[in-house]
């Protein structure tokens, strides 16, 4: 265990708790203003691994990670539209709906991977470098902690604020919050209540194939059916860790994301430990910050809750 506390190693566990925090954080921060609108989208691990395919097959089809990012994102907004139309037009239970779709999700991508391969040896592609960024990547360890990260990574960094401003400075963030507390009030004054739905899911969606891209172009370079190995669902509970607040989210994925990134580390290392009690340990913590949470818990008032006129 010693060979944790070296200096090399803490810098590289805490530089890879930002890699592992991007495809999360992206998920979390978009479902966060989806379930500001009132809206459980359970579909988040089906979504992140649908993102991470479309990219895979977009990055070994063209050579381009640019467009493979696309693909994700894109990939993220068709499942948001089969998500809305669900939930917000024939109304169907929010968690039947998620869970639904996770499940065809799954069965899709491993028949379509297949089908794609034929059987034989997955084409592979080159993964997504590192950004640094000019001047602050010489600073001594902030450096090499800070900015050595993936371009995407600072944007998931990015992505924090500008949703945060987003939700409680500009009208529609107003109007996606009031959702999730009181719709009827948003129909009375002859808004569209469905249209703003639709909005929200969409926009949580597309950040959602964005971290599925990001851990498909980033941590491997051909699919696998569990990718994503849960990451959807941590994003969940990092939202109601983080009292649906963007701040707090961020707080909670980054926890999640440094022992995630401990458990690599004591793979890498070879430690005499079972490593497999580190990979669990970001799922632990969640339970646990579950259950302390559980008399703490500030959703919105109609989160869940389907609208009827």
């Not at 925090?21 to 691994?49: C, D, S």
């Not at 050579?63 to 024939?90: D, E, N």
């Not at 991977?113 to 902030?142: D, E, M, Q, V």
Request: aromatic residues 14%; charged residues 10%; hydrophobic residues 55%.
């Amino acid at each position: 265990m010693s060979e944790l506390f070296q200096e090399a190693v803490i810098i590289s566990i805490l530089a890879g708790s930002f890699r592992v925090m991007t495809p999360i954080l992206f998920a979390a921060i978009g479902e966060l203003v989806t379930q500001r609108a009132g809206i459980w989208n359970m579909g988040v691990e089906g979504t992140m691994i649908m993102g991470a395919f479309t990219s895979y097959m977009v990055a070994t089809t063209t050579g381009s990670l640019y467009l493979a990012v696309l693909g994700g994102v894109f990939s993220g907004m068709i499942m948001g539209l089969i998500t809305a139309f669900m939930i917000a037009t024939v109304r169907v239970d929010h968690f039947i709906t998620g869970l639904g779709l996770n499940l065809l999700v799954g069965g899709l991508t491993l028949f379509w991977f297949r089908l794609y391969t034929g059987g034989g040896y997955a084409p592979t592609f080159t993964s997504l470098g590192n950004f640094p960024i000019p001047i602050l990547s010489s600073i001594p360890i902030l450096g090499d902690i800070f900015f050595k990260q993936k371009l995407l990574t600072y944007v998931a960094f990015l992505s924090v604020p500008a949703v945060w401003y987003f939700l409680y400075r500009t009208r529609w963030g107003l109007e996606i919050r009031c959702l999730g507390e009181n719709p009827k009030a948003l129909d009375i004054k002859g808004l569209n209540v469905v249209l703003r739905q639709y909005v929200a899911i969409l926009i949580g969606s597309s950040f959602t194939g964005l971290g599925g891209a990001f851990l498909m172009l980033a941590f491997s370079d051909r699919f696998q059916p569990d990718l994503t190995a849960g990451k959807g669902w941590l994003a969940i509970v990092a939202i109601i860790a983080g009292k649906w607040l963007p701040k707090g989210v961020f707080i909670a994925v980054l926890v999640f994301a440094f022992l995630g990134s401990i458990a690599v580390h004591v793979q890498i290392l070879d430690i005499d430990v079972p490593y497999q009690i580190f990979l669990a340990l970001p799922y632990i913590a969640s339970i646990i910050l579950l259950i302390f949470l559980r008399k703490k818990i500030s959703q919105p008032a109609k989160l869940g809750v389907p609208y009827f006129r």
